[in-house]
Nanobody, 112 residues
Framework: VQLVESGGGLVQAGGSLTLSCAAS??????MDWYRQAPGKQRELVAA???????NYADSAKGRFTISRDNAKNTVYLQMNSLKPEDTAVYYC?????????WGQGTQVTVSS
């Protein structure tokens, strides 16, 4: 399984970014986004099942939207109203019947 992430970058507070993660391989049960800020543990931001059920961290609720295109094996994270505390490396994570896989990470930096 290969994961190709894109969409990170530098944005001002209050701005928006959309992350994408295209996965090769078989059907994925869940597709998630995690993030890790300097000096902190990696944390779940949002998750989505193949059927479209979503789950969000409290910090993401109301600002972030996760979606997926099953035909393209791609998961998206639309991030609005970004805050400096959202600054982190964002990782795509997918699970299929064979195991779980991580992307290489994409940096998101929100300036105040």
């Amino acid at each position: 399984v290969q994961l190709v992430e894109s969409g990170g970058g530098l944005v001002q507070a209050g701005g928006s970014l959309t992350l994408s993660c295209a996965a090769s391989g078989s059907t994925f049960i869940t597709m998630d986004w995690y993030r890790q800020a300097p000096g902190k543990q990696r944390e779940l931001v949002a998750a989505i099942t193949r059927g479209g059920t979503t789950n969000y961290a409290d910090s993401a609720k109301g600002r972030f939207t996760i979606s997926r295109d099953n035909a393209k094996n791609t998961v998206y994270l639309q991030m609005n109203s970004l805050k400096p505390e959202d600054t982190a490396v964002y990782y795509c994570h997918v699970v299929n019947i064979f195991g779980s896989y991580w992307g290489q990470g994409t940096q998101v930096t929100v300036s105040s």
